[in-house]
């Protein structure tokens, strides 16, 4: 789907610098008191999962704000979002069957940035699992579809990994057997039955925007960076009204 077909909403422009908007997104739901009312989540479970470079943390005051809606959330269990693709995915899965077979309801999976990319491999492996995919400012379609800013952390963590360093993807992973399965299902047909929501922002400094719009998904624009997109009260407002 291209930018003049998406049908974005949710979208207030905001011209200030990135550390300065940063910390405005931040403190925009830093007092719990003044969090937008979130979605109805009549028990339904969630599955945060982390960005690159990144742990649950990140991702904690969502998950709060979610569970004041009745959603049921759930870590993804990274500690630091570097590893190579296929054991991430084979890891999550595990979590997210564990999760829907306690529930007994389809799984929520919300992901920022490769944590959404991640999010989409797992729907098409595992639609059963998935009621709905809501990713963050995530590449869905090229997981290296990013400003040059950003290469300094791919590269960096390549390179650890291509020399051995344990926990970090390597270079073979772009190219190689041990991610072949994942970087298919990435591209796969995504299922019908999975309900499919991509957030991006055109002033995303991480990730080009363009790679945000996957075709199976419905586009949603916002105007944050893209580390402030899970936390910014206008967007949260925005996510209560599509979930």
Same mark, same amino acid.
């Given at each position: 789907?291209?930018?003049?077909?998406?049908?974005?909403? /949710?979208?207030?422009?905001?011209?200030?610098?990135?550390? *300065?908007? @940063?910390? $405005?997104?931040?403190?925009?739901?830093?007092?719990?008191?003044?969090?937008?009312?979130?979605?109805?989540?009549?028990?339904?479970?969630?599955?945060?999962?982390?960005? @690159? %470079?990144?742990?649950?943390? *990140? %991702?904690?005051?969502?998950? /709060?704000?979610?569970?004041?809606?009745? @959603?049921?959330?759930?870590?993804? /269990? $990274?500690?630091?979002? *570097? !590893?190579?693709?296929?054991?991430?995915?084979?890891?999550?899965? +595990?979590?997210?069957?564990?999760?829907?077979?306690?529930?007994?309801?389809?799984?929520?999976?919300?992901?920022?940035?490769?944590?959404?990319?991640?999010?989409?491999?797992?729907?098409?492996?595992?639609?059963?699992?998935?009621?709905?995919?809501?990713? %963050?400012?995530?590449?869905?379609?090229?997981?290296?579809? &990013?400003? =040059?800013?950003?290469? &300094?952390?791919?590269?960096?963590?390549?390179?650890?990994? *291509?020399?051995?360093?344990?926990?970090?993807?390597?270079?073979?992973?772009?190219?190689?057997?041990?991610?072949?399965?994942? +970087?298919?299902?990435?591209?796969?047909? @995504?299922?019908?039955?999975?309900?499919?929501? !991509?957030?991006?922002?055109?002033?995303?400094? $991480?990730? =080009?925007?363009? !790679?945000?719009?996957?075709?199976?998904?419905?586009?949603?624009?916002?105007?944050?960076?893209? $580390?402030?997109?899970?936390?910014?009260?206008?967007?949260?407002?925005?996510?209560?009204?599509?979930?």
């Amino acid at each position: 789907m291209t930018a003049s077909r998406a049908a974005p909403r /949710g979208a207030v422009p905001r011209r200030r610098g990135g550390r *300065t908007r @940063f910390a $405005i997104e931040w403190l925009s739901t830093a007092d719990r008191a003044r969090w937008p009312e979130p979605p109805e989540g009549d028990g339904r479970p969630a599955l945060l999962i982390p960005g @690159f %470079l990144a742990n649950d943390g *990140t %991702l904690s005051r969502m998950a /709060g704000w979610l569970r004041t809606g009745d @959603f049921r959330t759930y870590r993804s /269990g $990274i500690l630091l979002n *570097t !590893a190579c693709m296929e054991p991430l995915i084979e890891s999550l899965e +595990r979590r997210l069957a564990s999760v829907v077979e306690r529930s007994g309801r389809r799984a929520v999976v919300v992901g920022q940035s490769r944590g959404g990319t991640l999010g989409r491999v797992l729907a098409v492996r595992r639609p059963e699992l998935v009621e709905t995919l809501l990713t %963050l400012g995530s590449p869905a379609r090229d997981p290296l579809a &990013v400003h =040059k800013g950003a290469w &300094v952390g791919i590269g960096a963590v390549g390179l650890l990994g *291509t020399l051995g360093v344990p926990g970090c993807f390597s270079i073979s992973c772009r190219t190689g057997y041990c991610c072949a399965r994942s +970087r298919a299902e990435l591209l796969d047909e @995504f299922p019908s039955e999975v309900r499919y929501l !991509a957030v991006y922002s055109r002033s995303d400094e $991480i990730v =080009k925007w363009e !790679a945000c719009l996957d075709p199976a998904a419905e586009p949603i624009e916002v105007d944050t960076t893209h $580390i402030g997109m899970g936390l910014d009260a206008e967007v949260w407002r925005t996510l209560a009204t599509a979930l």
